[in-house]
């Protein structure tokens, strides 16, 4: 029998301010948020539901172990010891995971959340072990193989009373700073027990590390991967840098496609998933994690739209897709949908189809516009700039701005139900546009400054090109006629003798 694999983790947890967190997941549609909030329990200010400030209070002394069993069950025993002079002490249980041993608590009745009121007085240790194990029910995102357990993280929060306020701090959020060496590595959302490896990327906006639980991708894989959210990290310009990014390789038994966490930086996506596709799930759920913006429910398409978008994108930039397969992702039937509005999507994929393409329409737009100098990155980052939540008014604003002029397009593309049948189709191009396509203008797609922006500015080179020399022709012909005559008169005149000019005989 194999000796359970275990890891204590000490720490001294401060309260920490609640948050909401938003889950987002590509190839199905985003998993339901199970109340998991993210957030590290070691550097934020509490929680006073009194209305007084956040000011720091000093929380109980938390110890946590992680142990996994031989049948692949991963437990996380959690010592609370509470300090002297505060008052009540709870812990409330969510998601993945069942109480298996509380000494020292007894459960609060009631529905929902599990609750356990500490029995213990101030200064004594109470102790819980919770259990997740691979069941019907989690096994699309849990996998259990010989010599490790991946899934999700329980969400465990402790609760305590202090001059009248609540407080509280997540003794599981604390993001172990990954360690091949270590039994376990926990992040925020999920957690590996057991034998893995890490791919470390350190890029100038912040560390990147794959965490490949053993065998679940070859070496060359793991490379690739890892080498491809670098770049993208260097080559996405949209703000929301200098986080660190935590993304697992879950093994191939799990669903398809994969689940990102843009709050914490945290992703996961299957083995399986191949970089060469223009669906791109590796590229698509990072480029989640910067996506720091809150949406109002008017503007909850454009996670998944620019995510879709982007990842293609950025595929065809690293040179992992062609521009064909690009296009061909991103086409579609015409959708009469509204993406503003959610109750008449015919499906959940509405955002990634008909909102990518609105998204590939709208980039080369801009770019058009403004000569290659913005494109859609330049809108991208004003919103996670924005101060508060983002609606539709301040989407179409923002493009406004972005372009120096307004735009009727989003109006009836977006928050309208016209359809956009072709990203690179009439509406796209103003200034005779179409024309021009049968003359092969420059590639725009893409969001790179230095290659795609000088295909764009090439592109409406074109365009004033073809302007200029039309007018030209219509202009030219008086012109050119005016000349003519000018022409004839002074040969007349030099065939006739000047006035009083006397012949020789």
């Known amino acids: 029998m194999r000796a359970a694999v275990s890891v204590s983790i000490s720490l001294l947890c401060v309260a920490a301010a609640v948050g909401s967190l938003a889950t987002a997941g590509a190839g199905a549609p985003p998993a339901a948020d199970d109340g998991s909030i993210g957030f590290r329990a070691d550097a934020a200010p509490h929680v006073d539901e009194s209305g007084g400030g956040t000011a720091e209070a000093a929380g109980p002394t938390t110890n946590v172990t992680v142990r996994r069993t031989d049948d692949g069950t991963v437990e996380y025993e959690i ?38 009121l500490s029995t213990e007085p101030p200064g004594s240790e109470a102790a819980l072990t919770v259990a997740v194990s691979a069941s019907a029910a989690s096994a699309n995102e849990m996998a259990v193989a010989d010599d490790w357990t991946f899934g999700r993280v329980p969400f465990v929060e402790v609760q305590w009373t202090h001059d009248g306020s609540v407080e509280r701090s997540w003794p599981l959020a604390e993001r172990r700073a990954p360690d091949a060496g270590a039994p376990a590595l926990l992040g925020d959302r999920y957690a590996v027990v057991g034998d893995y490896e890490v791919a470390r990327r350190t890029t100038p906006n912040g560390r990147i590390d794959l965490v490949v639980p053993s065998g679940a991708m070859d070496g060359t894989q793991t490379d690739r991967v890892a080498d491809s959210l670098a770049r993208a990290s260097r080559d996405l310009d949209v703000g929301d840098r200098g986080d660190d990014v935590l993304a697992f390789a879950a093994p191939s038994s799990v669903r398809w496609g994969g689940e990102s966490v843009p709050a914490r930086d945290e992703l996961w996506v299957n083995a399986g998933s191949r970089l060469d596709d223009a669906e791109a799930v590796w590229l698509h759920e990072y480029v989640h994690t910067r996506q720091s913006f809150r949406l109002a429910a008017d503007m909850t398409w454009f996670r998944e739209a620019s995510a879709e978008y982007y990842a293609a994108a950025l595929a065809r930039e690293q040179g992992l897709i062609d521009r064909a397969a690009m296009e061909r992702h991103l086409d579609g039937a015409p959708s009469t949908a509204t993406l503003t509005d959610p109750d008449s999507w015919g499906s959940d994929a509405v955002p990634q189809r008909k909102g990518g393409r609105a998204l590939a329409v709208l980039d080369r737009r801009i770019r058009e516009r403004t000569y290659g100098h913005r494109s859609l990155e330049d809108v991208f980052r004003r919103l996670n700039r924005h101060d508060g939540v983002v609606t539709y008014a301040v989407f179409a604003q923002t493009v406004a701005e972005v372009t120096g002029e307004p735009d009727d397009w989003p109006d009836r593309h977006v928050n309208g139900s016209a359809p956009v049948a072709d990203q690179y189709g009439s509406d796209a191009h103003p200034l005779g546009a179409g024309f021009l396509a049968g003359l092969g203008p420059g590639e725009t797609t893409g969001h790179s400054v230095d290659g795609d922006a000088f295909a764009a500015l090439r592109g409406a080179g074109e365009v004033f090109f073809a302007i200029a020399t039309g007018l030209s022709a219509v202009a030219g012909i008086p012109l050119y006629g005016a000349l003519r005559q000018r022409k004839r008169r002074e040969r007349g005149d030099r065939e006739q003798p000047l006035d009083g000019a006397a012949r020789s005989s």
């Not at 002297?84 to 409330?92: A, D, E, H, P």
């Not at 509380?102 to 529905?111: A, L, Q």
């Open 79 to 116: 010592r609370v010891r509470g300090r002297s002079g505060s008052g009540r002490l709870w812990v409330v249980l969510r998601g993945p995971g069942t109480p298996v041993s509380s000494p020292g608590f007894e459960r609060v009745p009631g529905s929902g959340a599990v609750r356990l």
